[in-house]
Structure formats: structure tokens, C-alpha cells
T-cell receptor, first 113, second 114 residues
Framework: GQQVMQIPQYQHVQEGEDFTTYCNSSTTLSNIQWYKQRPGGHPVFLIQ?????EVKKQKRLTFQFGEAKKNSSLHITATQTTDVGTYFCAGPRASGSARQLTFGSGTQLTVLP | DGGITQSPKYLFRKEGQNVTLSCEQN?????MYWYRQDPGQGLRLIYYSQIVNDFQKGDIAEGYSVSREKKESFPLTVTSAQKNPTAFYLC?????????????FGAGSRLTVL
């Protein structure tokens, strides 16, 4: 079945350092979504990428969708303590209902002050 | 403010008991979902519903049941058949009209089986 892998599982950075998490799907995705979950909270939608090679920015966050539409990355420049949380990527199923999103296992980011 | 309300936030259950988690949304979304989250893992889909009176099994539906009698409500029952029910349960909804299944999540219900 379709798998969505995320690496690394954990990342500790000093405040001000950059951070990147990578997402790889075993199948081609029609789109990919990114969510952030703060400690003790619930996932919150960040962005959706649809086009091959697409790059989108949200302030210090840069999202990329691979040319083959099987991988994606999230890069945070100059991390802040407010960036702490777990970042998930998710893509619609290749077969069956596209309503079924497959989530990666997430990257838990810790920012040390 | 529009959103998704889950209750209770914390729930303790004895083995062998069924428990129902509530999920209500006032976003006028057609689709609703239940996910399970375990520590260090991603979200796994339990059930989803695209329309009232219809729902589909997700990847881990065994030991769970749902109903969708109203557009606003999608309760989840964790039955005694669920082998390892201790987890964080997240309800979500999405707006079909915008064409993409971007999820809005509730705050979650944390179930602990004693």
C-alpha cells in the first residue's frame, strides 16, 4: 500500500539555526499538504502544494514539491521557539477515495533557546 | 467562531466498556473524519463520512463504530472489541466545495483505558 515516509523523526536545533524535514511518498501524489501540531495541541493546516516543482513561502517557511510529485520538503529559516512542534506531511491515496489522506509519521522539532 | 468541538477532552475507561466520543462542527462541511494518533506516529484514519447517513471504513476501523445522522455531528464509539484503545482521537472535517480535502481538526479527545 501507499507509504509516506518523513525524516528525520526528531530534530533539535539551537534558536536561529535552520531546519528541514523531508517527506517521501511511494506513489505519485496529486497534491501534498503540511500540518503543524504544537505540543499538546491538534494538527493545523499550513499549506497545500499541487504543481510539480512548486515552491511556496510563508514568512520563514519554504515548502517545495518535487518534480516527480513524490517528495516534498519544509525548510524553516532561523528557527524561533514558536516553531516548536511536530510537522506532518500528508497526501491523498493513490487508489480508492482521495478523501483518505496518508500522513507521514511527522518530524518533532525542538528549538533550544 | 466556526470550528469543531470534541468532547470529552479526557476520558478514562475500564476494560470491557464502550465509550462514545462526541464531534460537532459548525463549519457547514460535508465531510468528516476520525483519526487516531499514538505517540511518535502519524495519524491513522478510522472512519470518514462524505455525506449524512453514509460513512466508510478507514485503515483501522476494527473495534470502532460511527454514525452520521446529522451533517454537524459524527460521534465515534470505541467498543470493547478494540484491543488497544488508549490513544489520542482527532475529529476533522473538510469542505468539498473548495475541491481539496484540507482538514480542520478539533482539539482531540484523549482516551485512557485502565
Amino acid at each position: 500500500g501507499q507509504q509516506v515516509m518523513q525524516i528525520p523523526q526528531y530534530q533539535h536545533v539551537q534558536e536561529g539555526e535552520d531546519f528541514t524535514t523531508y517527506c517521501n511518498s511511494s506513489t505519485t501524489l496529486s497534491n501534498i499538504q503540511w500540518y503543524k501540531q504544537r505540543p499538546g495541541g491538534h494538527p493545523v493546516f499550513l499549506i497545500q502544494l499541487v504543481k510539480s516543482g512548486e515552491v511556496k513561502k510563508q514568512k520563514r517557511l519554504t515548502f517545495q514539491f518535487g518534480e516527480a510529485k513524490k517528495n516534498s520538503s519544509l525548510h524553516i529559516t532561523a528557527t524561533q521557539t514558536t516553531d516548536v512542534g511536530t510537522y506532518f506531511c500528508a497526501g491523498p491515496r493513490a487508489s480508492g477515495s482521495a478523501r483518505q489522506l496518508t500522513f507521514g509519521s511527522g518530524t518533532q522539532l525542538t528549538v533550544l533557546p | 467562531d466556526g470550528g469543531i468541538t470534541q468532547s470529552p477532552k479526557y476520558l478514562f475507561r475500564k476494560e470491557g466498556q464502550n465509550v462514545t466520543l462526541s464531534c460537532e462542527q459548525n463549519l457547514n462541511h460535508d465531510a468528516m473524519y476520525w483519526y487516531r494518533q499514538d505517540p511518535g506516529q502519524g495519524l491513522r484514519l478510522i472512519y470518514y463520512s462524505q455525506i449524512v447517513n453514509d460513512f466508510q471504513k478507514g485503515d483501522i476501523a476494527e473495534g470502532y463504530s460511527v454514525s452520521r445522522e446529522k451533517k454537524e455531528s459524527f460521534p465515534l464509539t470505541v467498543t470493547s472489541a478494540q484491543k488497544n484503545p488508549t490513544a489520542f482521537y482527532l475529529c476533522a472535517s473538510s469542505d468539498d466545495r473548495v475541491g481539496a480535502n484540507v482538514l480542520t481538526f478539533g482539539a482531540g479527545s484523549r482516551l485512557t483505558v485502565l
